[in-house]
T-cell receptor, first 117, second 109 residues
Framework: NAGVTQTPKFQVLKTGQSMTLQCAQDMNHEYMSWYRQDPGMGLRLIHYSVGAGITDQGEVPNGYNVSRSTTEDFPLRLLSAAPSQTSVYFC????????????????FGEGSRLTVL | GQNIDQPTEMTATEGAIVQINCTYQTSGFNGLFWYQQHAGEAPTFLSYNVLDGLEEKGRFSSFLSRSKGYSYLLLKELQMKDSASYLCAVMDSNYQLIWGAGTKLIIKP
């Protein structure tokens, strides 16, 4: 079972460069999300989606874009990388409730460690 | 503001019992979750509490008191593989998860 697959696992960027983190899940989950994890802080939600064609902002959306063209895929785009975006990024998915929110039982990808110089 | 507090680090001995506390102040409450995260790996779901009381799942138990804004994760018969960070998260009134910074648990032989 693949679950949630993220690529790349590691990436080094220069300030101003753009890139896309890929995320795919094979569990037919409606809810997908992107988090960043920084030392000494809790996971922070960047963007999330409750189904194909629907995306919304989380706590820290600035500098990131997402799209959800299919149920399976939820890429995260960094538009112009900044050193403050150095972090570990996690994609997570879950089943959705009747209210189209996460159940809270998230399945995480292995993470993408991004360094911006 | 919304806040989740957990101890930064705890140390326990193999075979012993350890209790990891979590206190929260959030706008509304729709459940509390515990996740385990080994170093360099992804978080994995451990438990979910929405009603007061104790939920037991093998060696792990989770307790919730909504009136006190308090939860704990109890780990029994500690094994070396339990060395990990334990993340507490609360679902608020907007059904968004608010995460604590995690408690790093070190198990000594």
């Amino acid at each position: 079972n693949a679950g949630v697959t993220q690529t790349p696992k590691f990436q080094v960027l220069k300030t101003g460069q753009s890139m896309t983190l890929q995320c795919a899940q094979d569990m037919n989950h409606e809810y997908m999300s992107w988090y960043r994890q920084d030392p000494g802080m809790g996971l922070r939600l960047i963007h999330y989606s409750v189904g194909a064609g629907i995306t919304d902002q989380g706590e820290v959306p600035n500098g990131y874009n997402v799209s959800r063209s299919t149920t399976e895929d939820f890429p995260l785009r960094l538009l112009s990388a900044a050193p403050s975006q150095t972090s570990v990024y996690f994609c997570a998915s879950s089943q959705a409730t009747a209210d189209r929110t996460t159940t809270g039982e998230l399945f995480f990808g292995e993470g993408s460690r991004l360094t911006v110089l | 503001g919304q806040n989740i507090d957990q101890p930064t680090e705890m140390t326990a001995t193999e075979g012993a019992i350890v209790q990891i506390n979590c206190t929260y102040q959030t706008s509304g409450f729709n459940g509390l979750f515990w996740y385990q995260q080994h170093a360099g790996e992804a978080p994995t779901f451990l438990s979910y509490n929405v009603l007061d009381g104790l939920e037991e799942k093998g060696r792990f138990s989770s307790f919730l008191s909504r009136s006190k804004g308090y939860s704990y994760l109890l780990l029994k018969e500690l094994q070396m593989k339990d060395s990990a960070s334990y993340l507490c998260a609360v679902m608020d009134s907007n059904y968004q998860l608010i995460w604590g910074a995690g408690t790093k648990l070190i198990i000594k032989p």
